[in-house]
T-cell receptor, first 115, second 111 residues
Framework: DTGVSQNPRHKITKRGQNVTFRCDPISEHNRLYWYRQTLGQGPEFLTYFQNEAQLEKSRLLSDRFSAERPKGSFSTLEIQRTEQGDSAMYLC?????????????FGAGTRLSVL | RKEVEQDPGPFNVPEGATVAFNCTYSNSASQSFFWYRQDCRKEPKLLMSVYSSGNEDGRFTAQLNRASQYISLLIRDSKLSDSATYLCVVNNPSGTYKYIFGTGTRLKVLA
């Protein structure tokens, strides 16, 4: 499968625990995005990487959230001290920098439930 | 005001019907526009890009009106398999090209 891969697909955790999600983008894509989607809403932008550089972070990304893309390939999103309000689908997308239309391709997402 | 606005629906239509969705956006500098389809509890998948000249892909036609800042999607001869949420997406022109999504319009095609 050469699409965007996300792991785990589902995560159930207790409030206060830390969780980490992984995203493997399409191999030649240098742009990587994280979004969060809650029920009945469209996805909302969280953060953006161009290669290994994190170039933009949304105000939605509180201090408890951190994202990395250490070698410009896969990315991780960590949430510390989870809260019930963090329950959502976390989507990763990638795109090719040379694509003038900037189409993004999405992974299947990680569904987080905080109890 | 939301940056991208859509009627959330639901639109319940019989098989074979024609249905149209509209979407408005607020940033006149936006450059790229898309319709994505999202099935329940799945990821968004690109349905089609939207161009000023309009574009058609089989039963689906998309239009962009830059002057009025709206995007439309027309589905002809609806199939049961068209039941999904249709997300209007505008590309933020700031340099990151992050997506700004509407809330999505739910479509249910009835037998």
């Amino acid at each position: 499968d050469t699409g965007v891969s996300q792991n785990p697909r589902h995560k159930i955790t207790k409030r206060g625990q830390n969780v980490t999600f992984r995203c493997d983008p399409i191999s030649e894509h240098n742009r990587l995005y994280w979004y969060r989607q809650t029920l009945g809403q469209g996805p909302e932008f969280l953060t953006y990487f161009q290669n290994e550089a994190q170039l933009e972070k949304s105000r939605l990304l509180s201090d408890r959230f951190s994202a990395e893309r250490p070698k410009g390939s896969f990315s991780t999103l960590e949430i510390q001290r989870t809260e019930q309000g963090d329950s959502a689908m976390y989507l990763c997308a990638s795109s090719l920098g040379e694509d003038t239309v900037h189409i993004q391709y999405f992974g299947a997402g990680t569904r987080l439930s905080v109890l | 005001r939301k940056e991208v606005e859509q009627d959330p629906g639901p639109f319940n239509v019989p098989e074979g019907a024609t249905v149209a969705f509209n979407c408005t956006y607020s940033n006149s500098a936006s450059q790229s526009f898309f319709w994505y389809r999202q099935d329940c509890r799945k990821e968004p998948k690109l349905l089609m890009s939207v161009y000023s000249s309009g574009n058609e892909d089989g039963r689906f036609t998309a239009q962009l009106n830059r002057a009025s800042q709206y995007i439309s999607l027309l589905i002809r001869d609806s199939k049961l398999s068209d039941s999904a949420t249709y997300l209007c997406v505008v590309n933020n022109p700031s340099g990151t090209y992050k997506y700004i999504f509407g809330t999505g319009t739910r479509l249910k095609v009835l037998a």
